[in-house]
């Protein structure tokens, strides 16, 4: 038997969107009370958690190549007397609980995303070893209430405002495995941005599958106005927006809050106005372009970034070129772009004109390559420009900073004074695909 004094260790693979790199830090809290402490390899683990994505069927498949691997890390902790417990959480838990149970054994406990402050007492019955299985049948504002106050470990931070969507897209899973939409009360999100103000954070990045359909009392803009007005917080962002719910006060508002990031996530998916309605994504290309427009109306130097689906159901290499031609037309400091995947239980899945792999992957390869050189484009113009920079921790190298741009680039940069948190003005001195170097002007700016 273990020792019950010893520090048990607790390994968290995280996969998927940002909601589930919160949740594993929430599970991470949940959990350090009960003498959890977090280690870097799954070997010597007394407690492995896998958090899942279920958004592609990669993303899914991984899970299961991954619990393969545990196995024998598991087999060979109890041939040891020591043992090790798998739990299963996040949106594949959620979608295939009952799946996981029957296909791999050695999986103790699979817990959906609502019910992550139920978490200690599931790991005391997993250790009885009753077989359990639970997913989510508890509602999001249960979970939030349960779980303990924030620890961050840094200077900037996610806060999850909105969990859950309602939009049914025909392609994704989301609505399926979060469920419905739900916002945390006004008060909450602002309690708790003021705890972590108050623990040294200085940058807050909102969370939501919908963020900007936020409802808990007061508008997305309310939100954002009163978040602004908290002295120890410099900078606000939000992921992910869906562009229906981009309002005339939002969009405004990036043109008169300084805090406010000019940097925005905007999921396009596609440029082709048939493949738009096919998806229900309950808007067209001249919507969306629109939004830019007024956006970089309001604030000139704001860049983008979004989410691009290719081989949708039915889309022809013509509705493939609307995308490409979007593109080219709005400019995007970054993307993400995704073969369409066929999930199970979503309308899309059924449609007619699924598209061959090979198509998908010729187009993907040729987007990915217009969406490369704008990134790369986009970060070259930096140079020479004067950014600033929140600084996040050490550079690579002794006498380096490492911090962020306002665009979420990562800046390398000389320097020993700065510490963390605080915001330097750094002239941009080199770009690559992913990162910029700098250093700090010779001259101290006013
Ligand atoms: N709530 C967000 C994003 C959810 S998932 C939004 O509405 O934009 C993140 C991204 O995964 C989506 O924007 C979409 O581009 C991609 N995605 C979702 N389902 C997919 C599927 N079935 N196949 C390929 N990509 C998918
Ligand atoms: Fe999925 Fe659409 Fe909801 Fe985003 S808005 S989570 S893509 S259903
Ligand atoms: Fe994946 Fe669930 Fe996020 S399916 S993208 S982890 S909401």
Do not use: W
Not at 7 to 13: A, M, N, V
């Amino acid at each position: 038997m273990t020792d019950a004094r010893a520090p048990k260790r607790l390994f968290i693979e995280t996969y998927g969107c940002q909601m589930n790199v919160y949740d594993s830090e929430r599970m991470r809290d949940v959990l350090s009370p009960l003498g959890y402490v977090v280690t870097k390899k799954p070997d010597d683990a007394d407690l492995v958690i896998l958090n899942t994505c279920h958004i592609r069927e990669k993303a899914t498949e991984k899970v299961y190549s991954e619990i393969g691997r545990l196995r024998a890390h598991k087999e060979r902790r109890q041939a040891e007397g020591k043992g090790m417990t798998i739990a299963i959480a996040g949106c594949v838990a959620q979608a295939e609980g009952e799946e996981i149970i029957a296909r791999a054994p050695e999986v103790d406990l699979v817990v959906g995303p609502q019910a992550y402050h139920k978490l200690p007492e599931l790991i005391a019955r997993a250790a009885r070893k009753t077989g359990e299985r639970l997913a989510a049948d508890f509602t999001a504002q249960e979970k939030f209430d349960a779980l303990p106050a924030r620890a961050p470990d840094g200077v900037t931070a996610f806060l999850s405002i909105q969990e859950g969507c309602d939009k049914f897209c025909t392609f994704c899973v989301v609505p399926y495995t979060r469920g419905a939409e739900f916002s945390r009360p006004l008060a909450d999100v602002i309690a708790e941005a003021r705890s972590l103000a108050n623990k040294g954070v200085r940058e807050i990045t909102l969370l939501g599958q919908n963020v900007n359909a936020y409802h808990g009392g007061a508008t997305f803009a309310d939100l954002l106005s009163e978040l602004a007005g908290l002295s120890g917080i410099a900078r606000i962002r939000y992921m992910t927006s869906h562009p229906i719910e981009m309002t005339d006060e939002l969009i405004s508002m990036h043109g008169s809050e300084p805090k406010l990031m000019p940097y925005l996530h905007l999921p396009v998916q596609s440029g082709s106005d048939r493949i738009l309605k096919a998806m229900n994504r309950k808007h067209d290309g001249a919507f969306y372009r629109d939004i830019i427009g007024r956006l970089r109306a309001v604030r000139p130097d704001a860049a983008l970034s979004t989410d691009i689906i290719v081989g949708f159901p039915g889309e022809t290499e013509k509705e493939f070129e609307a995308t490409m031609q979007l593109v080219r037309d709005v400019t995007f400091a970054s993307a993400f772009s995704f073969k369409y995947s066929a999930r199970p239980g979503t309308p899309a899945a059924s449609m007619m004109g699924q598209v061959s792999d090979e198509a998908k992957h010729e187009r993907l390869q040729a987007l990915q390559a217009l969406l490369f050189a704008q990134q790369t484009a986009f970060n070259a113009a930096q140079v020479g420009r004067t950014l600033p920079v929140l600084v996040t921790g050490d550079g690579r190298r002794p006498g380096q900073k490492h911090g962020r741009s306002p665009y979420l680039q990562s800046v390398h940069f000389n320097d020993t004074s700065a510490r963390n948190g605080d915001i330097v003005d750094v002239r941009i001195t080199g770009s690559s695909q992913n990162s910029l170097a700098g250093e700090l002007p010779v001259l101290a700016t006013a």
